[in-house]
């Protein structure tokens, strides 16, 4: 079936560290892979995403690269900062089977000064 | 556009009282979902809508809940009777279909529902 899997949490890291919160899926058809940010008392907000292999979203310095080969969409930061605190959830989207995102369970990061 | 905007805010019921969540979808967006999010349980997919219609309410929990979308602008969750277990953020979402894929998949800003 379709589903995510996504690195547990939760993550602290001090500002300025690097990010990496891992990500891999199944898809029964040809996959779109989002990442989405949710701050604290808010909905869930797109971040970035990417719709075909080798495809490298990129937003507010955050990025993720569609590997096909590792069918992963791992989320990278290189410096990060106390407003990054927040949980981030990875999504996928099938096409033509389901109508629905699938989300992962949701990682949360906070970062200290 | 103003973006999917659910109401009210915040709502504190007791048990036994019937709760409305509302929620308008972004304007064209064809497709609406409710999803429940608990720190116990995370994101839940609860039922979803094409075109009003509802097409999946397998994770509806009980019988207690209920969804309906009367208008393309316009769609209801609402519980009856509301219990403790139910306190949770609600989310209302909304998503359009580009080719094969869901696209602009939209989520309010939820509905934070504490039953005492």
């Known amino acids: 079936g379709n589903s995510v899997t996504q690195m547990e949490g939760p993550v602290t890291l001090s500002e300025e560290a690097f990010l990496t919160i891992n990500c891999t899926y199944t898809?029964?058809?040809?996959?779109?892979l989002f990442w989405y940010v949710q701050y604290p008392g808010e909905g869930l907000q797109l971040l970035l995403k990417?719709?075909?292999?080798?495809d490298k979203g990129s937003n507010k310095g955050f990025e993720a690269t569609y590997r096909k080969e590792t069918t992963s969409f791992h989320l990278e930061k290189g410096s990060v900062q106390v407003s990054d605190s927040a949980v981030y959830f990875c999504?996928?989207?099938?096409?033509?089977?389901?109508?629905?995102?699938?989300f992962g369970t949701g990682t949360s990061l906070t970062v200290i000064p | 556009d103003a973006g999917v905007i659910q109401s009210p805010r915040h709502e504190v019921t007791e048990m036994g009282q019937e709760v409305t969540l509302r929620c308008k979808p972004i304007?064209?967006?064809?497709?609406l979902f409710w999803y429940r999010q608990t720190m116990m349980r995370g994101l839940e997919l609860l039922i979803y809508?094409?075109?009003?219609?509802?097409?999946?309410d397998s994770g509806m929990p009980e019988d207690r809940f209920s969804a309906k979308m009367p208008n393309a602008s316009f769609s209801t969750l609402k519980i009856q009777p509301s219990e403790p277990r139910d306190s949770a953020v609600y989310f209302c979402?909304?998503?359009?279909?580009?080719?094969?894929?869901?696209?602009?998949?939209?989520f309010g800003s939820g509905t934070r529902l504490t039953v005492v």
């Open positions: 979402a909304s998503s359009t279909r580009a080719g094969p894929f869901l696209v602009g998949y939209t």
């Open positions: 898809a029964t058809g040809y996959p779109s």
């Open positions: 990417a719709t075909k292999a080798d």
């Open positions: 999504a996928l989207s099938v096409s033509n089977t389901g109508n629905q995102f699938y």
């Open positions: 304007s064209g967006h064809d497709y």
């Open positions: 809508f094409n075109n009003n219609v509802p097409i999946d």
